[in-house]
């Protein structure tokens, strides 16, 4: 193997480097992205090297064994103590390097509606407004491939097995997506963070229901209409019951809700790619 030499300087915590882990994929050997894990359905296999130094120095990397599931823990607890402690909030369900999921009460607050083509008959919404509406509890979860939004059936800290409802906030996409559009993202997924996210979700301009979100409420009218009589009559608790179960294979019109309520554990598995 080739000499992979380079200049290293004393660390204030005298870290020495011991070790490589090397990370082969199948397939074609150009790679877009060289620091994007691969795809799903990708082979792929890992050795750990260890590394030797020379008189002055310098690093090489030896011959290697197979990367054991052994090894990778005790590599994960280890760089997991880098990590600085925090104290989590009531509301934070978990606190992860790639996924954030936490849950918001119920509350009534200011909503801001810009109806892009707002139906005949609306009260409250005709027009560009900020009013006050209730909102069912959330759950919100962020990873890095965006933020999930989603209703909770109780204004309660939820357990793994809470089913989860459809959101009715909009710019929701049916399969529980935000639609950022020119919302700003926040860069990281720590709970300092949460504060951002909730403006983007709470504090954002309603300009439309995205496709199929407006037979996510059962009742007539569908979900603007929903909006503009609790808007119209001053409402102070929102209506979970007219939220369907939400399923992100759901059929916009579909009569019956899909068997196997997808749950809170479930939703949060699957932003952490488990």
Not at 29 to 52: C, G, L, Q
Not at 164 to 169: A, C, D, F, K
């Amino acid at each position: 193997m080739s000499d992979h030499s380079s200049h290293f300087e004393a660390t204030g915590g005298g870290l020495l480097l011991t070790n490589a882990i090397l990370l082969y994929q199948a397939g074609t050997s150009t790679i877009p992205n060289a620091y994007s894990a691969p795809r799903n359905d990708t082979m792929a296999f890992a050795s750990m090297h260890a590394v030797e130094h020379d008189a002055e120095g310098h690093p090489t990397i030896a011959a290697g064994v197979p990367l054991s599931r052994a090894q990778l823990r005790r590599w994960t607890e280890a760089l997991g103590r880098t990590a600085v402690p925090e104290i989590l909030p009531d509301t934070v369900l978990v606190s992860h390097p790639d996924v954030l999921a936490w849950w918001v009460p119920a509350q009534v607050r200011p909503a801001y509606f810009a109806l892009s083509s707002p139906p005949e008959g609306l009260r409250a919404l005709a027009r560009r407004t900020t009013v006050t509406v209730p909102y069912p509890a959330h759950l919100l979860i962020a990873a890095r491939t965006g933020l999930g939004v989603y209703a909770l059936p109780s204004s309660e800290r939820p357990a793994a097995d809470t089913p989860v409802l459809h959101s009715p906030i909009l710019n929701v996409f049916i399969q529980g997506g935000l639609c950022w559009g020119n919302i700003p993202r926040p860069k990281t997924l720590g709970v300092a963070a949460i504060a951002e996210y909730e403006r983007a979700v709470f504090d954002s301009w309603s300009t439309h229901p995205n496709p199929g979100q407006e037979h996510t409420v059962t009742g007539k009218g569908g979900l603007v209409r929903l909006w503009d009589d609790l808007a119209a009559r001053g409402a102070s608790r929102f209506p979970v019951r007219r939220l369907k179960p939400f399923h992100p294979a759901a059929r916009p019109r579909q009569a019956r809700p899909p068997a196997n309520a997808v749950t809170v554990g479930r939703l949060i598995a699957a932003a952490a790619g488990r």
